[in-house]
Structure formats: C-alpha cells, structure tokens
C-alpha cells in the first residue's frame, strides 16, 4: 500500500519561510516523479513543482519560480518544498503527488494523470 505522509505546514509571517516534507513508502521511490500542488481556499488545485526521478530536473509554476525549490533524497523517500519569501497569495493545502515516470524531464501532466496523493498539509500566511 502506498502512502505519502506530508508535513511542515503551519503558520507564518509574509515574507517568511517553510519547508514542506513528503514521506513516501510502499513504493519503489525512484521509479517516480514527484510534484507539489496547492489548492487556496475555495478554488481548484493548482501545479506548484515537480522534479523528476533523480533530481537533476525540475519545473515550476510562475507564481512561485525564483521562491520556490523542490528537492528530493531518494535514499529516505522524501521531497522537500521549500518556500520562502511567502506571500498571503501562498495560502492553500499543499499536496505531494506521485506519477510513475522514467523520463529526464520533470512531469507537466494534469492533476488527474499522478498515481498518488498524501492527504495535505495547511499553508496559511497571514500577519
């Protein structure tokens, strides 16, 4: 059974920073690439990042390139977001999803096409 466990999410400061992890186990990690995605209050889920199976390519949303990095560790089955200079625009659940790729290139697919999702984790920026 595969399970994707999210955590660092809470609650901070515009300008500040957080580091989301995602924890994946049952599953052959390398053999996936991984994105986040974030749905704001009331809205639909949207494509933060993603990065492909070894980590040497990623792809980011405009609204986040440049404050954004997504990371991964294949040896603890984890990606990483880190966030910084956050904006109350950040504000949403953020998701890790899986989608099983042995491509070089970081996935661009719709929400639809991953494998598996962790069950969220709150961002919330707000002074």
């Known amino acids: 059974q595969v399970v994707l466990v999210e955590s660092g999410g809470g609650l901070v400061e515009p300008g500040g920073s957080l580091r989301l992890s995602c924890v994946a186990s049952?599953?052959?990690?390398?053999?996936?690439?991984m994105g986040w995605w974030r749905q704001p209050p009331g809205k639909e889920r949207d494509f933060v990042a993603s990065?492909?199976?070894?980590?040497?390519?990623?792809y980011y949303s405009n609204s986040v390139k440049g404050r954004f990095t997504i990371s991964r560790d294949n040896d603890k089955n984890t990606v990483y977001l880190q966030m910084n200079n956050l904006e109350p625009l950040d504000t949403a659940v953020y998701y890790c999803?899986?989608?099983?790729?042995?491509?070089?290139?970081?996935?661009?697919?719709?929400?639809?096409?991953?494998?598996?999702w962790g069950q969220g984790a709150q961002v919330t920026v707000s002074s």
């Open positions: 990065i492909n199976w070894s980590g040497h390519d990623t």
């Open positions: 049952g599953m052959t990690f390398s053999d996936y690439a």
């Open positions: 999803g899986a989608i099983k790729s042995a491509s070089q290139y970081p996935p661009r697919a719709p929400d639809h096409e991953y494998n598996y």
